[in-house]
């Protein structure tokens, strides 16, 4: 398996714009995360998906971000508009239903984003 | 909620020697998953090693080990025979059990990191 797989690997843009990350998740995961790396806050959980449905976006800081899981292969995490304080490594990440010991996150690459 | 503390922001060691990097947890928790990831310069995140806390075995992994001791709340790495490619930024993670319907699931709690340099 070619495990989680993230686009694009680093963006820049401007304040103002807008901004899609995307994400494949390992095939037959039915669970996907949304992860923002920062050197201030750590690593945190923005929101997640179970079978393509949002689950808690209670981590999502503001109204500007959203994320969309149209099907089982694909999701996007998109801010609009996009401000400096941005400016993070967005990580998806993906993982089996829970038990028989499956309780595992599998993280991708990682987007490097610079809003400048 | 639950905390991780990493209180060692660095750590080196000598190539082919063994190195340990603490962890300690706080949680009201009985049942949870504790997690070593390691963050090369390629950013990417990978899964070191896992270990169910109803488990009082130890977790191994080749040359990676862990000393779980659930009572103290620590959750220390060992890296046996250390690698140049063993070089990375280290993370502790805590999860709770996924709870009815998983709605806790996957909430990973991290600690602060402990970059670790492997020199030859």
């Known amino acids: 398996d070619a495990g989680v797989i993230q686009s694009p690997r680093h963006e820049v843009t401007e304040m103002g714009q807008e901004v899609t990350l995307r994400c494949k998740p390992i095939?037959?995961?039915?669970?996907l995360f949304w992860y923002r790396q920062t050197m201030m806050r750590g690593l945190e959980l923005l929101i997640y998906?179970?079978?393509?449905?949002?689950?808690?976006d209670s981590g999502m800081p503001e109204d500007r971000f959203s994320a969309k899981m149209p099907n089982a292969s694909f999701s996007t995490l998109k801010i609009q508009p996009s401000e400096p304080r941005d400016s993070a490594v967005y990580f998806c990440?993906?993982?089996?239903?829970?038990?028989?010991?499956?309780?595992?996150?599998?993280f991708g690459s990682g987007t490097q984003l610079s809003v400048l | 909620a639950q905390t991780v503390t990493q209180s060692q922001p660095e750590m080196s060691v000598q190539e082919a020697e063994t190195v340990t990097l603490s962890c300690t947890y706080d949680?009201?928790?009985?049942?949870?998953?504790l997690f070593w990831y390691k963050q090369p310069p390629s950013r990417q995140m990978i899964l070191v090693i896992r270990?169910?806390?109803?488990?009082?075995q130890n977790a191994t992994e080749n040359r990676f080990s862990v000393n779980f001791q659930k009572a103290a709340k620590s959750f220390s790495l060992k890296i046996s025979d250390s690698q140049l490619g063993d070089t990375a930024m280290y993370f502790c993670?805590?999860?709770?059990?996924?709870?009815?319907?998983?709605?806790?699931?996957?909430?990973?709690?991290f600690g602060q990191g402990t970059i670790l340099t492997v020199h030859p």
């Open positions: 095939s037959g995961h039915d669970y």
């Open positions: 998906f179970n079978n393509n449905v949002p689950i808690d």
């Open positions: 993670a805590f999860m709770k059990h996924a709870g009815a319907g998983g709605t806790s699931y996957g909430k990973l709690t």
């Open positions: 990440a993906s993982s089996n239903s829970p038990g028989q010991g499956r309780e595992k996150l599998f």
């Open positions: 270990q169910e806390a109803y488990k009082q």
């Open positions: 949680t009201s928790e009985n049942n949870y998953y």
